[in-house]
């Protein structure tokens, strides 16, 4: 497994997505790029946040459900997670908790994305973004998010 590198997949036919402003992305200057897994199971959701993540210059695995999230987690071991937390079959939360009982896996951090907030769960999440969020929303998040994990 592998991560895409920036510009290289996902492009959506029309160019930028609608809303897109490159001065809203924050500038990651000299910093590292970071590894992102992105796990939504909404089709336009994924791909236009993925790729906007993408023309940062990040790089970006993206999981359609929680089983591929933790199949890319264990095998490529990301800087972040960004997790949703309602899908079929096994949910964002389920599938966090598999991740924190991980040798492997338990020392990354997950963000929960969701519009549905479980508060029960929220210690084994390491940040909660509200859907709906555009994606200059979560890059930002994300961005301080990692910076402040730095210092």
């Given at each position: 497994m592998s991560y895409a590198q920036p510009g290289e997949a996902d492009r959506p036919p029309s160019g930028r997505p609608p809303g897109?402003?490159?001065?809203?992305?924050?500038?990651?200057g000299a910093r590292r790029?970071?590894?992102?897994?992105?796990?939504?199971d909404g089709d336009d959701a994924r791909?236009?946040?993925?790729?906007?993540?993408?023309?940062?210059?990040?790089?970006?695995?993206?999981?359609?459900?929680?089983?591929?999230?933790?199949?890319?987690?264990?095998?490529?071991?990301?800087?972040?997670?960004?997790?949703?937390?309602?899908?079929p079959a096994l949910s964002?939360?389920?599938?966090?908790?598999?991740?924190k009982n991980n040798a492997r896996t338990e020392?990354?951090?997950?963000?929960?994305?969701?519009?549905f907030w479980e508060g029960d769960d929220a210690a084994?999440?390491?940040?909660?973004v509200q859907k709906?969020?555009?994606?200059?929303?979560l890059i930002a998040y994300i961005e301080r998010f990692l910076v402040e994990r730095e210092s």
């Open positions: 897109w402003s490159s001065k809203l992305v924050p500038d990651a790029r970071p590894r992102v897994l992105l796990v939504e791909e236009i946040h993925a790729w906007c993540m993408r023309a940062t210059g990040w790089y970006v695995q993206a999981a359609s459900n929680a089983l591929d999230a933790i199949e890319h987690a264990v095998a490529s071991v990301p800087d972040v997670i960004v997790m949703d937390l309602r899908m964002g939360i389920e599938a966090t908790r598999l991740l020392h990354i951090p997950v963000i929960a994305w969701t519009a084994m999440f390491d940040g909660l709906p969020c555009e994606p200059e929303e």
